[in-house]
């Protein structure tokens, strides 16, 4: 491979900060996710700057989703170990997925009785404001 062709194959990927950029993260976050073993290595280029492809970027974004859903890091690092080592644990991978997006059900039912009981609350006292009921609690 010459150093024209060498220098093309490192051109391709994002830098980390247009990986960043593009996830809605930080670098530092980035890394911390490579770090903690949440996504595979990243390739890296001469000097070792890292080159995100669209795979990198894929596996950031589920990461993210994950956490945003509130899966434990510890549980997503359990979850991106089973990934790498391919097919034949899909079905603990679905095991974990299914347990927590029961979970997440769970406790949207739950944000949904609060929303309710806030509305239930805010027209109980804008009566009140308006002279139709006493304030009791």
Request: with cysteine; hydrophobic share 35%.
């Amino acid at each position: 491979m010459t150093i024209e062709m060498k220098q093309k194959a490192e051109e391709k990927g994002l830098t980390i900060q247009q990986a960043a950029a593009k996830l809605g993260v930080s670098a530092h976050t980035l890394r911390y996710y490579e770090r903690a073993g949440l996504v595979p290595p990243v390739t890296r280029v001469s000097g070792g700057h890292r080159r995100y492809t669209s795979i990198d970027l894929g596996w950031a974004a589920f990461v993210r989703k994950l956490r945003r859903a509130g899966l434990s890091i510890g549980a997503i690092k359990k979850y991106a170990q089973l990934q790498m080592q391919g097919l034949d644990t899909l079905d603990r991978r679905v095991d974990i997925l299914e347990g927590h997006r029961d979970a997440v059900r769970a406790r949207l039912q739950e944000l949904e009785e609060t929303l309710d009981y806030l509305e239930t609350k805010i027209d109980y006292y804008k009566k009140v404001q308006r002279g139709e009921a006493e304030d009791c609690i």
